[in-house]
Structure formats: C-alpha cells, structure tokens
C-alpha cells in the first residue's frame, strides 16, 4: 500500500495523515473539528494502529494550505462532505468507519447520511446529527451554549479576537483545554483563521433540508458531561435521526476536548463499535 500524504478535490489540494498497518483490511476516516487539525487525533490514531487499523486524518477546508478557498459559500457543508468523500475515494479503501469530533463530526454525519455507500459506521464525538442539534437550539436549552455561532458571523471582529495567538490559546484554556493543547491549536491557525471561522458564516447557505437527513449507518455518539457547547438534550435527540443501531456513551468528568483529554477511552468505544461491525 502506498501512504497518501496528500489528496485533491478540483483545484484544492488536502494534507493527510495515512497511518497504520501497511495490510490492515479496515481504515477509520478521523475528521476534526474546530479550531484543530489532524494533530488532535495522534493519540486517538496510535490506539487504532495497535488494534490493527489504518487510520486517515486529513487537514480539512480551510486549514490545509492548499485548500483555502475565499468566500463564505465556499465552505457549505455539501462542499465539506464533498472533500471526506473524495479522500475516501482517493485512499482505495472502498468504504471506512467514519469519526469526527465537532465540526468534524457534522460532517461525519452528513457523510454518513448522503453518501452511504462510503461508510460502514459513523461514531460523533461531542456534537450530534445536526438535525438534532438544531432541535436543541429551537426546542431545547442549546441556544444558550452556542451564541458564538452568532458572534462568528460578525466580520472582521472574530478574526481580530482570534488572530492574536496568545489571546485565542487563553480562550481555548478557559473551555477546558490543556495549556499545551490551546498552544499548539491556537498557533496552527495563526495568520489563516478566516476559514475556519467561514465553515460557521457558511451555515446560512446550505442547501434547504440538506442536514435533515438520517443516517442509515450504525451510530455512535459519543458526549462528554463537562462539555460547556454541547448540552445533553442534544445529544439524547440523536437517536431519532438514526435508523439504524444507535448508542450513546457519556464519559463523566470531560470538557469537550475528547480526543486530547480522553484518547485511551474515545478509542476503546470506536473499537468496540467497529468490531462489532466488522463482525456483521
């Protein structure tokens, strides 16, 4: 097997980090969320690797140099779905068990739900199926735990606040980040964090109905009780856009950081969610 460090999608060109066993038969596709990159998923991914699986994580829109278009439309979650889709497609690996955490894991279930035939599962880690998301926001007690989302579409401001790498490590610590983690997100984003911040300024214009739809995959969702954007209410509304096997795994005591504060248990609930899977 030849290892990708890199893919294209029209005239965008993706970072990747392939790793694993040269002959594993079963490939995890890791999608990460805001404001972090691939790096977010090492130790996730080195579990993987010891269990036998290949892993893919690449550098999403907006943070891959080379995939940095202009213009908020740009970053519509069908183009951000279109990306996931033409890794896999690239990687040779037929179809993969997807997982994202935040961002990441917006797309992972709308991947999931537009394009099945790519994936075997799909595991969310701290943020639902949107469709349950926006439940929560309108039905529910989320709204409260996301007016950034309000505050990201301001222009130029967020990039003011955020563009100053010691200030935006010291947000980051404040929602639970370690200093290490805030440090080393906060300076991959220094000078480009205008898209990143446009995959929230996208959101008006996604196509009509085109996060409504379920997922007919076997599902994880995977939530943290001391995640301060998350609320449970949207988690629990999650199952009703599955049609398939659905489960909820709550880890006590964790911000909404998994990946980094919780790699060993994150992984062992994907491998148990795969392997029973790879079993079917």
Known sequence: MTRMTAFTHGALRFDVVDAGPADADTTVLLLHGFPQTSASWAPVAARLHDAGLRTLAPDQRGYSPGARPAGRRAYRIEHLVDDAA??????????????????????????????????????????????????????????????YMGAF???????????????????????????????????????????????????????????????????????????????????ENNERFVLAPHRLAVLPGISHWIPDEAPDELAELVLEHVGERARD
Request: cysteine-free; glycine content about 8%; hydrophobic content about 45%.
């Open 153 to 235: 579409q301001l222009p130029r401001l967020p990039e003011l606040l955020l563009g100053d790498e010691r200030r935006f490590a010291a947000i980051l610590r404040r929602t639970g980040a370690t200093r290490d983690h805030a440090a080393r997100d906060a300076a991959a984003l220094a000078g480009h964090v205008t898209g990143p911040l446009n995959w929230y300024r996208a959101l008006p214009f996604a196509a009509p109905g085109y996060t409504r739809r379920p997922v007919q995959r076997p599902a994880l969702q995977v939530w943290s009780d001391g995640d301060g954007f998350i609320t449970r209410a949207a988690v």
């Open 86 to 147: 033409a890794l896999i497609e690239s990687s040779g690996a037929g179809s993969v068990h997807v997982v994202g955490h935040d961002w990441g894991a917006v797309v992972a279930w709308a991947l999931a739900a537009h394009r099945p035939e790519l994936v075997r599962t799909v595991t969310g880690v701290s943020v639902p199926h949107p469709a349950a998301f926006l439940r929560a926001m309108y039905a529910g007690p989320q709204l409260p735990h996301s007016w």
